[in-house]
């Protein structure tokens, strides 16, 4: 099983995302209605969860995001993971975003879970997080927006390693990249 999300793994940083950020700058920060995220926000969200995720409860390390400074780079003032964000800052970082930063972020984002999955204990997969460390990592590190910290200190703190491999490299990323697909097809790109 861990060498399929390997390879799927792959195919998403190594084809799909590229092929995504090389569609027209207009459809990557468009959004076709109200309430609906942009394709570029799908893509930083989809970047953000698989970094926190695997850095903090996979392999406990520092995320990619604050040890290279992306949020500089990126050119955007949110370090958290972009669930429940206000209509409004969606419109912000889907206009604002620097795509070549973004770029940058996603190989980061895949050479540390890439690292991350090819040194992976399987003896560990079952290991559940202790409360004091998913609380310093989330509320800690504001990895998310302060109105849904205990809803996610509470969702993450009932997942194993194995299910933070699994929805964070393979469910959560495909969920998103359907979407991806929606989106692009509202805005009338193939």
């Not at 999955?117 to 460390?133: E, G, K, P, Y």
């Amino acid at each position: 099983m861990i060498e399929f999300i390997k390879i799927r793994h792959q195919m998403l940083h190594g084809d799909t995302l590229s092929k995504m950020c090389a569609m027209p700058e207009s459809a990557l920060r468009g959004r076709p209605n109200p309430g609906v995220n942009s394709i570029i926000w799908n893509i930083w969200h989809l970047l953000r969860i698989e970094d926190i995720t695997l850095s903090r409860f996979v392999a406990n390390i520092p995320q990619v995001h604050t040890s290279g400074d992306w949020q500089a780079k990126m050119g955007i003032t949110y370090g958290h993971m972009g669930t429940a964000m206000p209509d409004g800052d969606v419109d912000v970082l889907s206009k604002t975003i620097d795509i070549t930063g973004l770029q940058g972020y996603q190989k980061a984002v895949a050479a540390q879970s890439t690292q991350i999955l090819a040194n992976l204990d399987t003896t560990r997969l079952q290991h559940q997080w202790d409360a004091a460390h998913m609380r310093a990592v989330v509320a800690g590190e504001a990895v998310c927006i302060p109105a849904i910290t205990e809803g996610v200190i509470s969702y993450w703190g009932a997942l194993n390693i194995g299910r933070f491999v699994l929805d964070y490299t393979q469910v959560h990323p495909q969920m998103h990249i359907g979407e991806i697909g929606v989106i692009a097809g509202l805005l009338g790109v193939k």
